[in-house]
């Protein structure tokens, strides 16, 4: 088991960047074209899986604060306008 641990470390990092490189949006993919990548990742299955985390992942945008409205149960007005036995 102790042999086989590593393979199956180093088969599942591939098929997670296997995934994310078809997965990524071709325009926000760093350095090479996202089929590249793929060949990268596949041909050097540990060199091209870390080259991908650490070179050509997508870099995260910042999410805009939300501008929804609070849902009822957070709104103390809401709540105070229910009519429950105490809010009267």
């Known amino acids: 088991m102790p042999r086989i641990l590593p393979v199956l470390i180093l088969a599942l990092l591939v098929v997670y960047c296997v995934v994310e490189v078809a997965q990524a949006d071709p325009d ?27 070179f050509g992942r997508p870099v995260r945008r910042q999410q805009p604060p939300s501008t929804r409205p609070p849902a009822p149960d957070d709104d103390p007005d809401f709540l105070r306008g229910l009519g429950g036995p105490g809010n009267r």
């Not at 926000?28 to 991908?52: E, N, S």
């Open 28 to 54: 926000r993919v760093r350095l090479m074209p996202r089929w590249l990548w793929a060949v990268v990742v596949i041909a050097l299955p540990g060199l091209g899986a870390l080259a991908w985390l650490i």
